[in-house]
């Protein structure tokens, strides 16, 4: 697998899915706490307004599609005033059934397919940094249907659910993706993959992690001087090209040594060490421990 986003999703391992329909009358409003696991929602009706910390406010509008990859705080309400209800999601019940805000009769103003999940890499928070934090696309039928899917299956499990709501998570996380800007997208790996000239790069060094390269073989790849290139991904991507490849490297690394099927040297040679004592001295430096403690600890 050498597609860089592709390769992101796949370490980020998403499981445990909770979904469930929301419906909102009349006046009403709540404010969840943040969060920082993934979550998401479709529109299926109405509309209503969003207020995510850090973001500007937004109307929801039906057909629309919201993913929160770390979510923070944030408010929905309806159109009246109301009271803001707090809530702690932390410990909060997980329910299927549907949840009604306001009144409780006749039929709602809006109603939404919501869900949220879980991310099992412990490097989660760096890789969720590559992308952006808030992703809002309007007429998303094709994650309408994917979201669907999801709520279908976690609704009424089945032998073999828990694999199909992965594939489900994963298909996804992809589709609302790449249906990004990337030139609009914040620094990150959506924004280098968008940006025509420092793509090449970034494919090479998730293709070919292992190879020694240095700033001007990139810059070479990218058709840029070595200063242009080294300014454009330092800005568009949000770090240095060699911070970026040693931080992938070692993202890749702790994945190897978490499945336990390499030896230390196999390990530093798969992510571009000589010799297991260069890749655990350069390890020990970027996580704060040797490999072996790692090892032991996960």
Request: net charge neutral; proline share 7%; aromatic share 8%.
């Amino acid at each position: 697998m050498s597609d860089p986003l592709s390769q992101v999703i796949a370490l980020l391992a998403p499981r445990t899915v909770v979904s469930k329909p929301i419906s909102g009358a009349g006046s009403w409003g709540v404010r969840y706490t943040a969060f920082n696991h993934p979550s998401f929602c479709t529109v299926l009706e109405g509309r209503c307004r969003l207020a995510v910390d850090d973001h500007p406010p937004i109307t929801l509008e039906a057909g629309d599609f919201l993913l929160l990859t770390a979510t923070p705080a944030f408010t929905m309400s309806g159109f009246e005033p109301a009271d803001i209800v707090e809530i702690d999601p932390a410990t909060t019940v997980a329910m299927t059934t549907e949840v009604r805000h306001g009144r409780r009769d006749g039929p709602p103003d809006v109603r939404l397919l919501g869900g949220y999940f879980a991310f099992d890499s412990p490097d989660a928070a760096m890789l969720v940094a590559l992308l952006p934090s808030m992703v809002h696309l309007r007429g998303a039928e094709r994650l309408a249907a994917l979201v669907r899917l999801v709520a279908e299956e976690a609704s009424a499990p089945k032998v073999g659910s828990d694999f199909v709501l992965t594939r489900l998570v994963d298909v996804l996380l992809v589709e609302a993706l790449r249906a990004t800007s990337g030139e609009d997208a914040p620094p990150g790996l959506l924004r280098g993959l968008a940006d025509e000239r420092l793509a090449p790069a970034l494919r090479l060094i998730h293709q070919a992690r292992a190879r020694p390269w240095t700033v001007a073989q990139l810059a070479k790849a990218a058709a840029l001087s070595r200063t242009a290139f080294f300014e454009r991904f330092s800005r568009t991507m949000g770090v240095p090209p060699m911070e970026y490849l040693l931080a992938w490297r070692m993202t890749v690394a702790k994945e190897l040594i978490r499945h336990g099927e390499l030896n230390l040297s196999e390990v530093a040679e798969r992510v571009g060490y000589s010799s297991a004592s260069a890749f655990s001295s350069a390890f020990s430096r970027h996580v704060g421990e040797p490999p072996s403690r790692y090892a032991a600890r996960t």
